[in-house]
């Protein structure tokens, strides 16, 4: 049969059985890893769980593959590695971007600089890790045209490489929070030591409960980072601005929960100050001053 399927497709007899021998065995494998797939699915029912079990099985079956197939076409390793290092050079130069991502694929990895679910910001693009493959990672994009970090909608892919050659911030490695800050502006009239003092208390009722898992997450983070933490607690600061006195809420919250704490922190903050007569918010106003009029000159025909 293989001399006649190889007459056929006019083939040498031993081409034609290295063919065969390997559509059947990547048809086999394909299959193999599709069960594995569906026995993952039935008896693992947390998503993250399953994620990472289902790449896990991909790279699996990535690398069997290779190894099956190789054996198939090559007579023992020397025969591979002669072809492998024939190769090398001209795929270093022409392949030049592809192998650069699989390097940031092992590089991502090996020094985990994030894991999927972080929310990270790489050469200008910011949003939380969904996926990451052999030759780029994907991330759902947050900011952009929509305020306060949330998410735009768009799926961005970006090459592994960049991981290597790009500052790369995560917002959840190591310390999972970040500092957010509202400033109050309130005009020159206004009683500004009683409007610091309820903003005060609005952002302790709202934020302090945040600095207790603070403290945990720096103590964790101080074992591998030199992270030295200086006061985890809300507080106001007081400036003055062209339009009037600028009190500036500072608070430690999740990147997440930052607009959600934010539009909570307002809604109370004018609730606040509609039941103070004496305490006005601040916008940019023009002020004219007239001196007195000029007296008038008599004029003498």
Known sequence: MIEQIAAFWKL??????????SAAAFVFLFLLKEITYRVMNRKIRDDKRRYHARKSISYAYS???????GSIWFRGMTSLGTFLGLMSAGLAVAL???ISNMAGFFFIEGRKPFRVGDRVEIDGTQGDVIDIRLFQFSIVEVGNWVDADQSTGRIIHVPNNLAMRKPLANSHAGFEYIWNEIPVLI???SDWKTAKDILHRISRENTEFLSEGAQVQIRKAAKRYLIVAGKLTPTVYTTVKESGVCLTIRYLVNPRQRRGTEQKI???VLDAFAGHSNIHLAYPTIRYYSGPAPLNQEHSS
């Open 12 to 21: 040498s007899p031993r081409t034609t059985e290295r063919i065969l021998y």
């Open 266 to 268: 307002w809604e109370e």
């Open 96 to 98: 030049h971007d592809p």
């Open 63 to 69: 690398a069997v593959v290779i190894l099956v197939i």
């Open 187 to 189: 005009t020159f009239e």
